[in-house]
């Protein structure tokens, strides 16, 4: 029954003893080297950065701490009536490593519940941002502000150790996890629903079922969604913009709520956490023009190569990393397969997989032309009345803060260094290759 501070607190001290030893014996072993195009190339496959919470395989996708998405299916604790493994417990494995029990599940979750309710300034000044601001500058905004009582804040300030820094860290994380349903749905409620429904937690139920029930909605399956959706987007290793912007603004020892309220900015650009709105978008678009919901397979061909003539990406399609079908895509799949077999969207959306890999693959530029999570996670969320597309990437929000809160407290307890690599001008690289 131990409590995931004292789990946590065990494994640290063990891991620091062990990669100091692996750093000390390997320390100036190459993994590969630096081209110049790479440099222009959006730094594309250059190993540099610490991960310890998940890693991505091109072919086989994310795990989570060595756990596959079935895995985890398999493995993890569950709502009671449900199937899909529930996000606090992702939180417990990113941490430690471990699966967590049941109970210690629930702990996360009684803690989560406890500290869910938000400041009032956040309140108000929620309350009397625009409506017509974009939910995810609202969630950023947000996020940033919980920062004047930051545990972390008061410890660096107070004089506290390097070595105890992640501790305070911890509690920061723990204590934005607990609001950020909260925040979530008072913006969505601000926005669509006149600021009407309910913000109280319901302590018998776990942090996915009382976000859906903030949102306005009681269906169970909906709810049994939500865990799916913040569990899948929880982590994706930490190249990808909005882990590695929260890592890099962290690393100048910047509290976790202003980390990931810059995380949040990068999550919101539409070739990152934006694609699930634009997907929807996209579709909708495409059944208006083909005046059907569930056009023909040719019809659909057509309309995609008129998108790319156009010069537009098919969103939803590719990776930077990847290079199979996502397999968030697949378990997203199998969820409509077995929950909305017949909603014609659903039915498009497996039309347009069958349609768009053969077309992308055919442009010999684009490295991946399979689906990532995107092009699934929207239809989902509007068949069970979640229809506001601008609002879904703060869904991706609330969940990828599991994967890189807990990825500062990791880097805090190894002291990871502030960020710096090296930049050159163009001119200094042509000088170096002059030189050579
Ligand atoms: N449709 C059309 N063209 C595409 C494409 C797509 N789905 N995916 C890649 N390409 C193009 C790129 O725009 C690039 O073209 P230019 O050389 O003319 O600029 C070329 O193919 C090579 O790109 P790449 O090396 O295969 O892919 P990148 O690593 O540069 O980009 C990504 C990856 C995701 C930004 C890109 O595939 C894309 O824009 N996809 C659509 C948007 C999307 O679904 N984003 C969500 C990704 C998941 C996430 O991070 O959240």
């Given at each position: 029954?131990?409590d995931l501070r004292s789990v946590l607190a065990?494994?640290?001290?063990?891991?620091?003893?062990?990669?100091?030893?692996?750093?000390?014996?390997?320390?100036?072993?190459?993994?590969?080297?630096?081209?110049?195009?790479?440099?222009?190339?959006?730094?594309?496959?250059?190993?540099?950065?610490?991960?310890?919470?998940?890693?991505?395989?091109?072919?086989?996708?994310?795990?989570?701490?060595?756990?596959?998405?079935?895995?985890?299916?398999?493995?993890?604790?569950?709502?009671?009536?449900?199937?899909?493994?529930?996000?606090?417990?992702?939180?417990?494995?990113?941490?430690?490593?471990?699966?967590?029990?049941?109970?210690?599940?629930?702990?996360?979750?009684?803690?989560?519940?406890?500290?869910?309710?938000?400041?009032?300034?956040?309140?108000?000044?929620?309350?009397?941002?625009?409506?017509?601001?974009?939910?995810?500058?609202?969630?950023?905004?947000?996020?940033?502000?919980?920062?004047?009582?930051?545990?972390?804040?008061?410890?660096?300030?107070?004089?506290?150790?390097?070595?105890?820094?992640?501790k305070?860290?911890l509690?920061?994380?723990?204590?934005?996890?607990?609001?950020?349903?909260?925040?979530?749905?008072?913006?969505?409620?601000?926005?669509?629903?006149?600021?009407?429904?309910?913000?109280?937690?319901?302590?018998?139920?776990?942090?996915?079922?009382?976000?859906?029930?903030?949102?306005?909605?009681?269906?169970?399956?909906?709810?049994?969604?939500?865990?799916?959706?913040?569990?899948?987007?929880?982590?994706?290793?930490?190249?990808?913009?909005?882990?590695?912007?929260?890592?890099?603004?962290?690393?100048?020892?910047?509290?976790?709520?202003?980390?990931?309220?810059?995380?949040?900015?990068?999550?919101?650009?539409?070739?990152?956490?934006?694609?699930?709105?634009?997907?929807?978008?996209?579709?909708?678009?495409?059944?208006?023009?083909?005046?059907?919901?569930?056009?023909?397979?040719?019809?659909?061909?057509?309309?995609?190569?008129?998108?790319?003539?156009?010069?537009?990406?098919?969103?939803?399609?590719?990776?930077?990393?990847?290079?199979?079908?996502?397999?968030?895509?697949?378990?997203?799949?199998?969820?409509?397969?077995?929950?909305?077999?017949?909603?014609?969207?659903?039915?498009?959306?497996?039309?347009?997989?069958?349609?768009?890999?053969?077309?992308?693959?055919?442009?010999?530029?684009?490295?991946?032309?399979?689906?990532?999570?995107?092009?699934?996670?929207?239809?989902?969320?509007?068949?069970?009345?979640?229809?506001?597309?601008?609002?879904?990437?703060?869904?991706?929000?609330?969940?990828?803060?599991?994967?890189?809160?807990?990825?500062?407290?990791?880097?805090?307890?190894?002291?990871?260094?502030?960020?710096?690599?090296?930049?050159?001008?163009?001119?200094?690289?042509?000088?170096?290759?002059?030189?050579?």
């Amino acid at each position: 029954k131990a409590d995931l501070r004292s789990v946590l607190a065990e494994k640290i001290k063990s891991e620091q003893e062990r990669l100091k030893k692996f750093v000390k014996e390997h320390g100036n072993t190459k993994l590969g080297e630096v081209k110049i195009s790479q440099i222009y190339g959006g730094m594309r496959g250059i190993p540099a950065l610490l991960c310890e919470t998940s890693l991505l395989d091109p072919n086989e996708g994310i795990r989570f701490r060595g756990f596959s998405i079935p895995e985890c299916q398999k493995q993890m604790p569950k709502a009671e009536c449900g199937d899909e493994p529930l996000p606090e417990g992702i939180f417990w494995l990113l941490l430690t490593g471990n699966i967590p029990t049941a109970e210690q599940t629930k702990m996360v979750t009684d803690e989560w519940n406890a500290k869910a309710a938000l400041p009032d300034y956040v309140k108000k000044m929620l309350d009397n941002l625009p409506k017509d601001l974009h939910p995810m500058s609202q969630f950023s905004m947000a996020v940033t502000s919980l920062n004047k009582d930051s545990k972390f804040l008061k410890a660096y300030h107070s004089g506290v150790k390097r070595a105890e820094f992640w501790k305070y860290s911890l509690e920061d994380g723990i204590t934005l996890l607990a609001k950020l349903p909260n925040i979530a749905a008072r913006i969505y409620r601000n926005i669509y629903r006149d600021g009407k429904g309910c913000d109280e937690i319901d302590k018998k139920l776990d942090w996915s079922a009382n976000y859906g029930r903030m949102l306005g909605f009681d269906d169970p399956f909906f709810f049994e969604l939500l865990r799916l959706y913040l569990f899948l987007h929880s982590d994706h290793d930490s190249g990808n913009v909005s882990s590695h912007t929260t890592h890099l603004v962290a690393s100048a020892l910047s509290d976790p709520f202003l980390a990931y309220g810059a995380g949040l900015s990068g999550l919101a650009g539409p070739l990152h956490g934006l694609a699930n709105q634009e997907v929807l978008d996209w579709i909708g678009k495409m059944q208006k023009e083909l005046g059907s919901k569930n056009p023909p397979e040719d019809k659909v061909k057509e309309y995609v190569q008129k998108t790319l003539k156009s010069g537009h990406v098919i969103p939803g399609y590719g990776h930077a990393v990847l290079r199979k079908t996502d397999p968030r895509y697949m378990a997203l799949q199998a969820f409509g397969e077995r929950y909305l077999p017949k909603y014609e969207t659903y039915l498009l959306v497996k039309t347009i997989y069958k349609v768009v890999p053969p077309i992308l693959k055919s442009m010999q530029k684009i490295k991946n032309p399979w689906a990532n999570v995107d092009a699934h996670s929207g239809v989902l969320l509007r068949y069970y009345g979640l229809k506001e597309m601008e609002y879904y990437t703060v869904l991706f929000g609330i969940s990828r803060a599991i994967g890189v809160l807990s990825s500062i407290t990791w880097h805090r307890a190894l002291q990871i260094p502030i960020e710096r690599p090296k930049s050159f001008t163009s001119d200094a690289l042509m000088k170096f290759v002059k030189g050579k």
